[in-house]
């Protein structure tokens, strides 16, 4: 979860600081459906392209990186299916090192939670000063395939990577679930904001992000995500 953590709050809005990503060559197929890829640094970038329904397909071994695409509207449920047919092992998703997952589903909202005091604001400042004219997420969740499943029992912790006023992280489904099946998810982002980060009014969406880590394991990654949409709650 790691540098997702501080991308997407710190350059998607917060993996590293900014200065540790880099925009990736974007594949035309996976453009076209308004995406954008993002590398780490020093971190062969895993291999982003789209299903033939125009979903996300992430493959490679030993790599990282994620790809982004707005996301704008009110934060109603969020659904999407995804499946993992390679991944890595359980990890401990609190601890720096080691901490792999298949894949996960990061959304970036437009506004601060009622917690962000000013070391957060401050970083995110310094954050959006290198991200230049696209403007970052200033709060997100992350939804992830992977992990032990007994970070935070099944609620929201926060990543060793990141501020926990800016960025969250739940297990949805842990390393243990069963490979090579389609998995549907649905969300209340409403809900989750308001418990994840207090306050009562919800900033408004936008943008959703896919992310792969499996550098420090060194393990295959062969997983996708579909149909991501907002719905009624």
């Known amino acids: 979860m790691k540098r997702l953590a501080l991308a997407l709050a710190v350059a998607?809005?917060?993996?590293?600081?900014?200065?540790?990503?880099?925009?990736?060559?974007?594949?035309?197929?996976?453009?076209?459906?308004?995406?954008?890829?993002?590398?780490?640094?020093?971190?062969?970038?895993?291999?982003?392209?789209?299903?033939?329904?125009?979903?996300?397909?992430?493959q490679g071994q030993g790599q990282a990186g994620f790809v982004y695409r707005p996301l704008q509207g009110a934060a109603s449920c969020l659904a999407w299916r995804w499946r993992v047919d390679a991944g890595p092992p359980a990890t401990d998703l609190?601890?720096?090192?080691?901490?792999?997952r298949a894949i996960s589903l990061t959304v970036g909202f437009a506004d601060y939670g009622p917690q962000a005091g000013f070391?957060?604001?401050?970083?995110?400042?310094?954050?959006?000063?290198?991200?230049?004219?696209?403007?970052?997420?200033?709060?997100?969740?992350?939804?992830v395939w992977g992990g032990t499943g007994r970070e935070g029992a099944g609620q929201f912790f926060t990543s060793p990577y990141g501020p926990a006023a800016i960025s969250?992280?739940?297990?949805?489904?842990?390393?243990s679930s069963p490979q090579g099946r389609w998995v549907e998810e649905k969300v209340d982002l409403g809900a989750d904001w308001r418990s994840a980060f207090g306050g009562a009014t919800v900033p408004a969406l936008q943008e959703v992000a896919i992310s792969t880590d499996v550098d420090d394991t060194n393990s295959p990654i062969d997983a996708r995500v579909e149909d991501i949409r907002l719905v009624p709650c």
């Open 12 to 58: 998607c809005a917060t993996p590293l600081l900014t200065a540790a990503i880099s925009p990736g060559r974007t594949s035309p197929d996976l453009e076209r459906l308004g995406w954008r890829k993002v590398e780490w640094q020093g971190i062969p970038p895993a291999n982003f392209t789209a299903t033939p329904s125009g979903g996300v397909r992430v």
């Open 94 to 100: 609190t601890r720096k090192g080691g901490d792999d």
């Open 168 to 175: 969250r992280t739940r297990i949805q489904r842990p390393a």
């Open 119 to 143: 070391g957060a604001r401050a970083q995110m400042a310094v954050a959006q000063a290198v991200a230049g004219d696209h403007r970052l997420p200033r709060s997100t969740l992350s939804y």
